[in-house]
C-alpha cells in the first residue's frame, strides 16, 4: 500500500488529539464559569463536582480536522449542520440539564438531517443469498439506527474514560479495516479525524478524570458512530451491517438490557440507575479504572474478532463472537443487568416446578 497513505492517517490523528488535548482545559474553566458541572448524588460514582462540556474539545477538534483533511459535499454538510444540532442540545443540558424528550427532540432533529438532507440511508441489504430492499421504510430505519446509537452512548458514559475508549476501539477498528481494504471515503476521514479528538480527550477524561465529556460529547460520538457505520453501508452486505454494531457490542447490550429491566419494573425507559454493566462490575469490588479496563478488553475482543471475520476468516469470526456473546450473557445472568436477584430466584423456582 502507498505509504502516502499512512502518512495521511498519522498526521489526522496526531493534529486533532493535539488540539483536543490543548484545548480540553480551557473547556474545563469555562464549564466551571457557566456552572456545567455534574453534581455527585447516589446515582452518581464521582465524589466532588466535576465540569462537564468536554463534547466541545472533541466537536472542536473534529471541525478542526475536517477543515485541514475533508472536502465540501452535501452530505458532510449535512453532517456539521446534524452536529451542530446534537452538540448544542448537549451544552444546553449540560449547564442545565433537560427533560429527556427535550433532548430527543435534538436527536430527532439531528437524525432528520442526516437522513432527507444528507441522503444517507440505510436502503437495503444483501445476505445469505437473500436480498432486502427497505424501500420507503428505509427513512424510519435510518431515523432509529441513529437514535440508538446516541442513546447507547448516551447511556454507557457514567465512569471515567468509558464511553471516550470504547469510542476510541470502535474508531480504530474501523479505521484498520477501511485502510486494509482499501476504502478512502468521507468514512475514512471522519473515522482517522475522530480517533485522535477522542483519544486527545481521554488523556484528561481516563480516571481519574479532571472532566466529563456530558451529553454533548457522548451525544456527537454516538452520532458520528452511526454515521460512519451508514456511510459503510453503501453496496451493503450482512458485514458491512454487522460488524459496526458487533464492535459496539457492550454499550449496545447494555442498553438493551437497561430498557428490558426498566420494562420489568415498569418504569420509565429514560429513568436513570445504578444497574448497568459497568455498575455490576464495580459491585464486584473492581475500582473505577479496572472496570473500565476490563470493558476496554472485552470490546478490544470483539473488534479483534471483526477485524478477523472481515480480513482473515468469516467461520473463525462467528465462531469468536459466539463465545465472546456467551460470557458476556452468562455474567449478565449472573449479576442485576435485567433482574434483581429476588426476581431471578422467583423465576428460577416457577422453572423447576
Do not use: W
Not at 488540539?19 to 464559569?33: M, Q
Not at 446515582?43 to 472533541?58: D, E, N, Q, W, Y
Not at 444540532?85 to 432533529?109: E, F, M, N, R
Request: charged share 15%.
Amino acid at each position: 500500500m502507498d505509504s502516502r497513505i499512512y502518512i495521511k492517517i498519522f498526521f489526522m490523528v496526531i493534529s486533532t488529539f493535539i488540539i483536543s488535548l490543548c484545548i480540553v482545559p480551557y473547556i474545563r474553566n469555562i464549564a466551571r464559569h457557566v456552572n456545567a458541572l455534574d453534581i455527585p448524588n447516589e446515582r452518581k460514582v464521582h465524589k466532588k463536582p466535576m465540569p462537564r462540556l468536554g463534547g466541545l474539545a472533541i466537536f472542536i477538534a473534529f471541525l478542526c480536522g475536517y477543515m485541514l483533511y475533508g472536502e465540501p459535499s452535501a452530505t458532510m454538510n449535512s453532517i456539521l449542520i446534524a452536529s451542530f444540532i446534537i452538540v448544542l442540545t448537549g451544552v444546553v443540558d449540560d449547564i442545565k440539564p433537560l427533560k429527556a424528550s427535550h433532548k430527543l427532540v435534538g436527536q430527532i432533529l439531528a437524525s432528520l438531517v442526516i437522513t432527507f438532507y444528507g441522503n444517507i440511508l440505510l436502503q437495503d441489504v444483501s445476505a445469505f443469498g437473500l436480498y432486502f430492499d427497505f424501500g420507503i421504510f428505509s427513512y424510519p430505519l435510518t431515523i432509529f439506527f441513529i437514535l440508538g446509537c446516541i442513546n447507547c452512548m448516551n447511556l454507557i458514559d457514567g465512569l471515567d474514560g468509558l464511553a471516550a475508549g470504547i469510542s476510541s476501539i470502535y474508531f480504530a477498528t474501523i479505521g484498520i479495516i477501511a485502510t486494509m481494504q482499501g476504502k478512502f471515503g468521507l468514512d475514512f476521514i471522519l473515522t482517522f479525524v475522530m480517533l485522535g479528538s477522542t483519544l486527545g480527550f481521554l488523556v484528561h477524561n481516563f480516571n481519574p478524570a479532571s472532566i466529563f465529556m456530558g451529553d454533548s460529547g457522548s451525544m456527537f460520538l454516538g452520532l458520528i458512530i452511526a454515521v460512519i457505520a451508514l456511510l459503510g453501508f453503501k453496496n451493503v452486505t450482512m458485514t458491512s451491517l454487522i460488524i459496526p454494531l458487533l464492535i459496539l457490542a457492550i454499550p449496545i447490550l447494555d442498553t438493551c438490557f437497561a430498557i428490558l429491566r426498566r420494562l420489568l419494573k415498569g418504569e420509565s425507559i429514560s429513568k436513570p440507575d445504578k444497574f448497568h454493566i459497568h455498575h455490576q462490575l464495580l459491585k464486584r469490588n473492581l475500582s473505577q479504572r479496572a472496570t473500565v479496563l476490563v470493558i476496554y478488553f472485552v470490546n478490544i475482543l470483539f473488534a479483534i474478532c471483526s477485524i478477523i471475520y472481515v480480513l482473515k476468516d468469516p467461520i473463525l469470526g462467528y465462531i469468536s463472537y459466539g463465545i465472546l456473546l456467551t460470557i458476556v450473557l452468562l455474567f449478565v445472568f449472573n449479576t442485576n443487568v435485567v433482574f434483581e436477584k429476588s426476581i431471578k430466584e422467583k423465576i428460577m423456582e416457577k422453572l423447576k416446578k
